[in-house]
């Protein structure tokens, strides 16, 4: 029998709370043809800003790669960051007409996670940053290949979606994965278990994140 890999474990410790995330309401929503417009106008406003903590996520992990094959890889991350999901939130604001400046980025859920996400990749190791964008990206990877599939009629929405279903977005997800699984040798347990909670918090964190897309805590609880 194989021996479990590091992501392995990851998932199958955090089972509970990634499944929470990938079937939380807002995918769910998209799926069934349901999701607010409002909704998807606030996610669009506090996902574009994260783009911005993302590219110095990334740049942390640059800095921090310990060989020059994975630093390459990070720049091109950051290049896809600053040239793709940038230009698509521009767009997507113009032909939409959103106004970012109209909405709140200091809502405690949206910044608990852009300050808890840079928190991890200042204070942490290569690792660290490995473990916490496996998780968000995994999470993405996971429910927007489920997503895909549904007829969505927003066309700005199913780009969103087919975006993180796409070959690219797979094979980041999956490098992410590698770093983590090749490092696994040469770490102790108490290394194990921290960065495998790194992963759960970054659930939790996405979980309130993808909910403030819905307003105000009490605003549209159904």
């Known amino acids: 029998m194989a021996r479990e890999t590091l992501s392995e474990r990851f998932l199958r410790e955090n089972a509970a709370v990634f499944e929470a995330m990938v079937s939380h309401r807002f995918t769910t929503d998209i799926e069934r043809g349901l999701l607010p417009a409002e909704a998807f106008d606030r996610y669009l406003v506090y996902e574009g800003a994260f783009v911005d903590t993302a590219i110095s996520i990334f740049a942390l992990a640059t800095a921090k790669a310990g060989t020059i094959k994975q630093k390459r890889w990070l720049i091109g991350v950051l290049d896809a960051l600053a040239n793709r999901q940038v230009a698509y939130f521009e767009r997507t604001f113009a032909q939409r007409g959103i106004k970012p400046e109209?909405?709140?980025?200091?809502?405690?859920?949206?910044?608990?996670?852009?300050?808890?996400?840079?928190?991890?990749?200042?204070k942490g190791s290569f690792l660290d940053i490995a473990a916490a964008m496996f998780a968000a990206e995994w999470m993405y990877w996971?429910?927007?290949?489920?997503?895909?599939?549904?007829?969505?009629?927003?066309p700005l929405l199913r780009e969103w979606v087919a975006m993180h279903a796409d070959d690219a977005f797979a094979a980041q997800a999956r490098w992410l994965r590698d770093q983590i699984d090749a490092a696994d040798g040469g770490l102790d347990e108490a290394t194990r278990a921290r960065l495998s909670g790194v992963f759960g918090r970054v659930q939790e964190l996405e979980i309130a994140f993808h909910e403030a897309a819905y307003g105000p805590v009490g605003e549209a609880a159904a």
């Not at 109209?102 to 200042?122: H, K, N, Q, T, Y």
């Not at 996971?142 to 927003?154: E, H, K, L, M, Q």
């Open 142 to 154: 996971t429910w927007s290949r489920r997503v895909a599939a549904a007829p969505i009629a927003d």
């Open 102 to 122: 109209r909405f709140d980025l200091a809502e405690p859920r949206v910044e608990a996670f852009r300050a808890g996400m840079l928190e991890i990749a200042e």
